[in-house]
């Protein structure tokens, strides 16, 4: 953990939405914990457990075990190889589980769809079978504002929008698992009461995000630093709210305690709203401090290179709202902190 995630950890550490108090002697277990939100929201967790002296047990669900023990050697957090959809062997007390593992590349998403969707679906099955048997206070499952479809340009989107896909589209693999993992936590909340809560996250970054990312804001910030023009596939029409990553984790740590079982929840920013054009220009001038410029180089068919239709993702939030969240970081300091976090790392 780097001086940024440090500085992350103390900020949520002492957000006053955050009731910390009460997850004092729980148990917690977490899948994905090595990707970006699940880093982060492991060393959150860690980090206030320690200072705080919360006595919060960790539990956390990996396939690189080698990975995780050096991510988080720190945290005297339990490490346990698990593959998506294998039987879950853990005979013990957890209060809750946070289930972040899914694929997470369009490039996935088009070159792979079955793999996409049973990973996410048998993903969901395992950890609801074993909750069934072993009941808890909260299941917090992560889906993805990509299940809202393509919502009216000037629509402010709610949970109710649902969109809808053509199946026969293989990059609809992700969106559909997504709405079918939904609806699979919906039905054991329904059948057998598993407390289960889904958010549905916009594009999130921040500390954790691989240099070699191949997301867009990855590639803007690796223009940023390496002083290269960024180079556009598309005219970069698409507009959406973005996320921060402890903003992220935060949303996590509210739901935990107060979501309502059976619903789903948008987690975005709404202030970051701005097409990949205006992002892109954001970075050019104000992160790279007008060094690097804008260059088009369109492709006919950008679905082809694994990239979703224009869209308009304008998020509301006001039903997570309702519990006291907010998220606290603009679109330039979620870049800069992105930035100062990796060359940290470099």
Request: with cysteine; charged share 25%; hydrophobic share 40%.
């Amino acid at each position: 953990m780097n001086a940024i995630q440090l500085e992350d950890c103390q900020n949520i550490g002492n957000m006053n939405f955050v009731d910390w108090e009460a997850l004092r002697n729980s148990t917690i277990l977490i899948t994905g914990s090595t990707g970006v939100i699940g880093t982060n929201l492991v060393n959150a967790i860690a980090y206030n457990n320690n200072v705080k002296k919360l006595d919060i047990k960790l539990i956390l669900l990996v396939r690189n075990i080698e990975k995780a023990n050096k991510q988080f050697g720190w945290t005297k957090a339990d490490i346990i190889q698990f593959e998506l959809g294998s039987e879950l062997k853990i005979n013990q007390t957890i209060d809750y589980i946070v289930h972040l593992a899914s694929p997470t590349s369009s490039k996935f998403f088009t070159e792979k769809p079955v793999d996409t969707m049973l990973l996410n679906i048998e993903g969901y099955r395992a950890l609801l079978d074993w909750t069934v048997k072993y009941p808890i206070k909260k299941f917090i499952g992560l889906s993805s504002m990509e299940v809202y479809g393509f919502p009216e340009k000037g629509r402010r989107v709610k949970e109710t929008d649902l969109g809808k896909f053509d199946p026969m589209n293989a990059r609809n693999s992700y969106p559909i698992a997504k709405l079918s993992c939904e609806a699979l936590c919906n039905s054991y909340f329904v059948q057998y009461c598993v407390p289960v809560v889904t958010l549905r996250a916009t594009q999130t970054f921040g500390p954790g995000v691989n240099y070699e990312d191949g997301r867009v804001f990855a590639q803007f910030m690796r223009c940023a630093i390496e002083k290269k023009d960024i180079v556009l596939k598309s005219e970069g029409l698409t507009e959406r709210s973005y996320l921060y990553t402890a903003d992220a984790v935060s949303a996590i740590l509210v739901s935990l305690l107060k979501a309502e079982p059976g619903q789903s929840y948008t987690i975005a920013n709404p202030e970051t709203y701005c097409s990949i054009k205006q992002m892109a220009q954001l970075v050019a001038d104000e992160i790279a401090d007008g060094q690097i410029k804008i260059v088009f180089d369109v492709t006919e068919d950008v679905e082809k290179l694994g990239y979703a239709k224009t869209l308009y993702m304008d998020l509301d939030i006001e039903k997570i709202s309702n519990f006291g969240w907010r998220p606290c970081y603009s679109l330039k300091t979620m870049f800069r902190r992105m930035i100062l976090s990796n060359s940290t790392l470099n």
